[in-house]
């Protein structure tokens, strides 16, 4: 198991992955259609995806959390 100190790099690891790889293959879809060789398609969309997402969910959690704080009723 990973120490809880890391915490928010794994959030931000595992929030970047999962939505990376949705967005990549709605996107990916949406421009091309289900072709011949979508898949790699996808997958090639998929790791550029992941590698702008991952430091950019990192950097903006802490100001979605601010954010959320201030709409959350105490």
Not at 56 to 61: A, P, R, T
């Amino acid at each position: 198991m990973i120490d809880k100190k890391y915490q928010p790099i794994v959030f931000a690891f595992f929030m970047a992955l999962l939505m990376s790889c949705v967005m990549s293959l709605v996107i990916s879809i949406f421009n091309v259609g289900m072709v011949d060789g979508i898949f790699r398609i996808w997958l090639k969309a998929w790791g550029f995806a992941f590698s702008v997402a991952f430091p950019i969910v990192f950097l903006v959690s802490p100001i979605v959390r601010k954010l959320v704080g201030l709409v959350i009723r105490q």
